[in-house]
């Protein structure tokens, strides 16, 4: 059974960095493309970033030049690096595997 293992959320303050962890049990993913979503109150989920298993890269506009995506297939993990957090970055953070694999989220909270 695949299993999708988020990490590493929790509350800073604004100009704070943030790491999160996703880990993949259950299943070889190098050949799968890795998100990380995100939603907050009221508001639809959103794409931040996606890699796919070649390691190409894209990101939202709202967080391109603070997040950084990146994958290590070896552990079967994908990680989000998040810089200069704002507080409409908060959220949970969600991370999935192809269309069909998602994690259970990780709350990322930024106060001003």
């Known amino acids: 059974q695949v299993h999708l293992v988020e990490s590493g959320g929790g509350s800073v303050q604004a100009g704070e960095s943030l790491r999160l962890s996703c880990q993949v049990k259950g299943i070889i993913f190098t050949n799968g493309g890795m998100a990380w979503h995100r939603q907050a109150p009221g508001n639809e989920r959103e794409l931040v970033a996606r890699i796919t298993s070649d390691g190409l890269v894209t990101y939202s506009d709202s967080v391109k030049g603070r997040f950084t995506i990146s994958r290590d297939n070896v552990q079967n993990m994908v990680v989000l690096q998040m810089n200069n957090l704002k507080p409409e970055d908060t959220a949970v953070y969600y991370c999935?595997?192809?269309?069909?694999?998602w994690g259970q989220g990780t709350q990322v909270t930024v106060s001003s």
């Open positions: 999935s595997l192809g269309p069909h694999y």
